[in-house]
């Protein structure tokens, strides 16, 4: 399914939970992504990562946290920190160093504050 | 950071007719410019993308043009057909090793009318 998959589909979320979404690639791509999508407001980055054990803030990372144990994997953990979290995540990945530098994205979790 | 702005945000074009859309960008530094296809509840996909050192890329029906000096480049799709009704984004990046984070406008709603 692309090569990079996310999990779960949809997700509910209480108020005061944490939550975590999954992203897994199986392209080999060095760099992977967190993106927001909202009605009329486009990508946003919330975190990404270039290689393993690294990650930096995107424009909107209050609330949010990741890690990259993996090179396939990079999870997104939204906190409660979060004041609105329904929206869209999409995960990207892009193999970059051989100057390749299209994202192929993931089909996307979409949150519910319930 | 890089600013990416679309215009216009919906266009609404008859079958067979073409559709051009523009986008502005910020920080002349940006290298890579792709384009975003997303049909409605599924992921985004590049289309086509270009280098700064090129300034025209075509494949089949869509071609992308970009004018460095201005700081804009436009997606166009000729002989317009329903299945291209879709929201399209465009992007900017450094597109270096190291530095491939997308920034992307808020998207352009096309409307194909058969």
């Known amino acids: 399914d692309g090569g990079i998959t996310q999990s779960p589909k949809y997700l509910f979320r209480k108020e005061g939970q944490n939550v975590t979404l999954s992203c897994e690639q199986n392209?080999?791509?060095?760099?992977m992504y967190w993106y927001r999508q909202d009605p009329g407001q486009g990508l946003r980055l919330i975190y990404y990562s270039q290689i393993v054990n690294d990650f930096q803030k995107g424009d909107i990372a209050e609330g949010y946290s990741v890690s990259r144990e993996k090179k396939e994997s990079f999870p997104l953990t939204v906190t409660s920190a979060q004041k609105n979290p329904t929206a869209f995540y999409l995960c990207?990945?892009?193999?970059?160093?051989?100057?390749?530098?299209?994202?192929?994205f993931g089909s996307g979790t979409r949150l519910t504050v319930v | 950071g890089e600013n990416v702005e679309q215009h216009p945000s919906t266009l609404s074009v008859q079958e067979g007719d073409s559709a051009v859309i523009k986008c502005t960008y910020s920080d002349s530094a940006s290298n890579y410019f792709p384009w975003y296809k997303q049909e409605l509840g599924k992921r985004p996909q590049l289309i086509i993308d270009?280098?700064?050192?090129?300034g025209e890329k075509k494949d089949q029906r869509i071609a992308v043009t970009l004018n460095k000096t201005a700081k804009h480049f436009s997606l166009h799709i000729t002989e317009t057909q329903p299945e291209d009704s879709a929201v399209y984004f465009c992007?900017?990046?450094?597109?270096?090793?190291?530095?491939?984070?997308?920034?992307f406008g808020k998207g352009n709603q096309v409307v194909v009318i058969p």
């Open positions: 392209l080999n791509h060095d760099a």
């Open positions: 270009i280098r700064s050192n090129v």
């Open positions: 990207a990945s892009s193999l970059t160093r051989t100057g390749n530098y299209g994202y192929t």
């Open positions: 992007a900017a990046s450094k597109g270096i090793w190291g530095n491939n984070r997308l920034a």
